[in-house]
């Protein structure tokens, strides 16, 4: 597998302050080329992971339910080009889960069929109640995508997180995983989540935050960034519940000052604006959609003021 160039660690106090102003920070730059990508002029918005300065697209893709489409030609073959858009619009992270159904199995078509692109940032999970059916299943994993190692492993909302996080550190050590991480959804276990952030040598988080659901700002954001642990946000469209409230609603006047063409980019902007985080992975079975999504990696970020003003303006439809 090839080896990724790593950036310089970002000064911690610098990360602080930055997440103190809620300003945008000065250390998101441009993502390397990607093979048939985006125009090299168009620069996408990059975020560096903590613990090792190496940075990735802010918008990635998930799978939960939507790449679950069994072995069906046609439809793994559409999802190949669901893939196909995402890293032509610069994405790298790709999310999913032995939870998923077939979503892993239809993700590592996609990538066969693909090539398997140099930038696609490989992340799944362990979900198993015993330690040692974990290394069975995150092997099971590897051969499902066809990668020799995962950039990054994650405990699946927190089942068995003691063992399986143990087996975790072994791996990085080995080399097996780059990354070692912790997820939960829904706002769930919130105060176990803050336990595990605090005590154990993580490098991502993973944790519902939206801009509807914005409990993580209080606690779980700002003791990412003070442990320097990258922060994954799911559920940014409340499956797709946000897009459905909105999308017959118009945007602000004052959109393209966030860089929105749409209502998932004006979401997603929210997002990916927060100095915290580091990554958002909306899902999506449709070409047309994950291009939308991938426009929010494009124009202006959104600073603590423009921040507060989306907030109250969705808060008043």
């Known amino acids: 597998?090839?080896?990724?160039?790593?950036?310089?660690?970002?000064?911690?106090?610098?990360?602080?302050?930055?997440?103190?102003?809620?300003?945008?920070?000065?250390?998101?730059?441009?993502?390397?080329?990607?093979?048939?990508?985006?125009?090299?002029?168009?620069?996408?918005?990059?975020?560096?992971?903590?613990?090792?300065?190496?940075?990735?697209?802010?918008?990635?893709?998930?799978?939960?339910?939507?790449?679950?489409?069994?072995?069906?030609?046609?439809?793994?073959?559409?999802?190949?080009r669901v893939l196909e858009a995402f890293f032509a619009?610069?994405?790298?992270?790709?999310?999913?889960?032995?939870?998923?159904?077939?979503?892993?199995?239809?993700?590592?078509?996609?990538?066969?069929?693909?090539?398997?692109?140099?930038?696609a940032f490989s992340a799944t999970k362990v979900w198993h109640m015993l330690t040692g059916a974990g290394e069975d299943q995150m092997a099971e994993s590897r051969e499902l995508w066809g990668v020799e190692r995962f950039d990054l492993m994650q405990v699946h909302n927190l089942v068995n997180w003691e063992g399986h996080i143990e087996t975790l550190k072994a791996d990085k050590d080995a080399g097996r995983i780059r990354y070692l991480g912790v997820t939960t959804s829904h706002g769930r276990r919130h105060a176990e989540l803050e336990r595990v952030m605090t005590d154990q040598p993580l490098d991502f988080v993973q944790l519902t935050y939206n801009i509807r659901d914005r409990e993580a700002e209080q606690r779980l954001l700002p003791l990412a960034a003070e442990r320097g642990i990258a922060v994954i946000a799911n559920r940014p469209f409340r499956q797709k519940a946000l897009i459905r409230r909105f999308q017959d609603r118009p945007l602000p006047a004052w959109a393209d000052e966030v860089g929105?063409?749409?209502?998932?980019?004006?979401?997603?902007?929210?997002?990916?604006?927060?100095?915290?985080?580091?990554?958002?992975?909306?899902a999506t079975s449709r070409v047309d959609h994950m291009r939308e999504n991938m426009g929010a990696l494009h124009g202006p970020v959104p600073d603590a003021e423009l921040r507060r003003r989306m907030v109250t303006y969705v808060d008043n439809l």
């Open 260 to 282: 929105a063409a749409n209502w998932p980019q004006f979401l997603l902007k929210f997002i990916v604006s927060h100095p915290a985080v580091t990554c958002a992975i909306p």
């Open 1 to 80: 597998m090839p080896q990724r160039s790593f950036r310089p660690i970002m000064d911690r106090r610098r990360f602080l302050r930055g997440l103190a102003a809620g300003a945008t920070l000065p250390w998101w730059g441009a993502a390397a080329p990607l093979v048939g990508a985006r125009p090299a002029d168009r620069p996408i918005l990059t975020k560096p992971i903590p613990t090792s300065g190496e940075s990735i697209p802010a918008i990635g893709m998930g799978t939960w339910i939507t790449f679950n489409v069994g072995a069906d030609p046609d439809l793994r073959d559409h999802r190949a």
């Open 89 to 119: 619009g610069g994405g790298g992270l790709i999310d999913s889960s032995p939870m998923y159904g077939s979503s892993e199995a239809v993700v590592g078509h996609g990538l066969r069929t693909l090539g398997h692109p140099q930038s």
